[in-house]
């Protein structure tokens, strides 16, 4: 929605408007997401803000807001990723303590199990390998928002966290882009059955 402020200039009013929903937009949301791409893109995740995303969009922080709950949120919606830290990780560390690395691995396992959620993913992974740029995009958010609140969480010292984390992204590569057999066609729950005590081991403290 715009508002009219009344200008004064040679005696004429002019109209005028405050960062908000441009006139006409009718995707405003998706100039939201495309603007958090840019900004995301040139400043990483870390220095990447609210304000700043709203900047380039043209529109008001609140606006922003209104469709995203946080800057996590949003950023898992302009790379299309299948899912929000925010959601997902309160899921995974909720249960006992002794079996949080078997969900996290089953979790994992589940998501990428479907091409739909997996290719965009496995998208922003690909382009993290050749470009710098997305590269620290990726290692930001992966450390500030899914590795960091788990090591938190689980009061697990930082280098562990990294190393079951590199565990369970190895399984990914391996199952869905190398294609290893017989690990490609194994079964969720047989792979679970293999990795979720080793995950558990890093995740013990």
């Known amino acids: 929605m715009t508002t009219e402020v009344p200008e004064v200039s040679g005696g004429r009013r002019r109209p005028g408007r405050r960062p908000g929903r441009r006139p006409g937009s009718a995707d405003t949301r998706g100039e939201i997401l495309a603007a958090a791409r840019r900004v995301f893109a040139e400043k990483g995740f870390d220095k990447a ?44 560390l909720s249960g006992p303590r002794e079996e949080v690395g078997e969900r996290l691995v089953r979790f994992i396992l589940t998501i990428t199990a479907d091409p739909a959620a997996r290719e965009p993913l496995l998208g922003l992974v690909r382009t993290a390998m050749v470009n710098e740029q997305a590269v620290g995009m990726v290692r930001e958010f992966f450390t500030t928002a899914v590795l960091g609140r788990v090591a938190e969480a689980l009061d697990v010292p930082p280098l562990r966290m990294q190393a079951a984390f590199a565990q369970l992204f190895g399984v990914v590569m391996t199952r869905y882009i190398l294609r290893f057999e017989p690990l490609a066609s194994a079964d969720v729950e047989e792979i679970v059955a293999l990795v979720g005590p080793t995950m558990q081991r890093y995740l013990a403290g």
């Open 49 to 92: 803000t609210i304000r700043g995303i709203a900047r380039e969009a043209g529109v008001d922080p609140a606006l922003v807001h209104h469709y995203f709950d946080s800057k996590e949120g949003m950023f898992v919606a302009a790379m299309r990723l299948p899912m929000d830290p925010s959601e997902v990780l309160p899921l995974i």
